[in-house]
């Protein structure tokens, strides 16, 4: 996968060697208060680890967050990106560098 890294965990928390996928998303949302706590909330009911986000204000009001999580499969990723899109405010998630859900008019 171009943007992904795959990598075998082999911890007390993960026994077995499970293999995980580093993605990283682009999300553009209306600038706000909250946005990342939301952004994080959803991720973290998912059960998502975050490994790293970074989000800056873009001007107009327009916010970008780039936030890298693990998952298992295109399965779990896909999940986390419709969730994400229905952060209030959000107007597209996609993969870092790659294509993703667009939302218009919000």
Avoid: W
């Avoid at 999300?27 to 490994?51: C, P």
């Avoid at 967050?65 to 998630?93: C, F, K, N, P, Q």
């Amino acid at each position: 996968k171009k943007g992904a890294k795959s990598l075998i965990l082999c911890n007390p928390s993960n026994p077995s060697g499970k293999v995980f996928c580093l993605d990283e998303l682009k999300i553009i949302a209306g600038e706000r208060d909250g946005l990342i706590m939301d952004i994080t909330t959803v991720l973290g009911g998912l059960k998502l680890k975050i490994d790293a986000i970074t989000a800056r204000d873009e001007g107009d009001g327009i916010a970008v967050t780039y936030i890298t999580i693990e998952v298992h499969d295109r399965d779990e990723l896909m999940t986390a990106m419709r969730r994400l899109y229905g952060v209030r405010g959000v107007s597209e998630v996609q993969r870092a560098g790659g294509k993703g859900i667009v939302r218009e008019g919000r």
